[in-house]
């Protein structure tokens, strides 16, 4: 493999890394990485929220749970995977890892889940980017409000006696149970509008979970976004392609010309892949 597709490989396309591991030569594990650039946004980080994020698709009765990573600034919150964050972890690290050690890292890190949300705190806006093969997407959403309704139940998640709070949002309605004990208004994906942080969510349809397992101070001070050449959609669009993407697998491929469609469209559905919306366009 030369090192210009195990680069694009790693670096575009992660989550394909979830079936299996990569193996490389130890020439090629030598190699610089060269992880692609990406800006600062915010060098402040408060709180890291570690997240077990579960899911499930009704049609294909599969559950997959992710671990993923809250990080919020003084300017901008991100929401991704772990294995996003320890890569940037290991960039702090190594300050200029090679091949075999980001390999190494998607090896043992690897998940399916292949979104980050950054969260512009003072514009309220949310910049959404995620890979849909071969392609790579961002939108912005500046819509995402939450109108809640406060309960009086409590609950103790995490450690932190928590109150409920409820509102409904793009075709799901949400439980949340959010802490005064930290009252800093954010929360796991684009929950947030609450006077404390929001350490757990369901919603109504019974198909996403989220719940906080550990808040530490954060290890990582900064929080980044990419600067690789994105193609910018609305968020409508967005989340059309990745409604694409799963049920007609290949459709990416076919559109960028890189496959031809040869199959019956009825095959191509047989080969849905995972697909649970948190949002309806």
Not at 58 to 64: C, D, F, G, K, Q
Not at 71 to 95: A, H, M, N, P
Request: charged share 25%; hydrophobic share 40%; with cysteine.
């Amino acid at each position: 493999m030369s090192l210009k597709k195990i680069i694009l490989f790693i670096a575009c396309f992660p989550y394909l890394l979830w079936g299996q591991g990569v193996i490389l030569d130890s020439k090629t594990r030598s190699l610089p990485a060269n992880i692609e650039k990406a800006d600062t946004l915010d060098k402040n980080i408060q709180l890291e929220v570690f997240y077990q994020q579960t899911d499930i698709d009704t049609v294909l009765e599969a559950t997959i749970t992710y671990p993923l990573v809250l990080s919020i600034g003084e300017k901008f919150c991100s929401y991704r995977s772990y294995c996003s964050y320890r890569q940037d972890s290991l960039c702090v690290i190594k300050k200029a890892p090679t091949v075999g050690e980001v390999t190494d890292v998607y090896n043992l890190f690897r998940d399916s889940y292949h979104h980050q949300l950054i969260r512009n705190i003072r514009r309220k806006l949310f910049t959404e980017s995620f890979s849909v093969f071969p392609s790579r997407y961002r939108c912005l959403d500046s819509t995402a409000v939450f109108q809640w309704t406060l309960l009086p139940d409590t609950a103790t998640v995490c450690g932190y006696l928590c109150h409920k709070a409820t509102a409904p949002f793009r075709g799901h309605v949400w439980t949340v149970w959010w802490s005064d004990e930290i009252p800093i208004d954010a929360g796991p994906w684009k929950l947030q509008g609450l006077p404390g942080l929001i350490l757990k969510a369901q919603d109504d349809k019974g198909i996403h979970h989220i719940e906080a397992t550990s808040i530490r101070s954060p290890k990582l001070h900064f929080a980044t976004m990419s600067t690789h050449r994105w193609r910018k959609v609305t968020r409508e669009a967005a989340l059309k392609a990745i409604y694409e993407d799963a049920t007609h697998p290949g459709a990416g491929m076919v559109a960028a010309g890189l496959i031809e469609k040869k199959e019956p469209e009825a095959n191509a559905k047989k080969r849905r892949i995972f697909y649970s919306p948190y949002e309806d366009f």
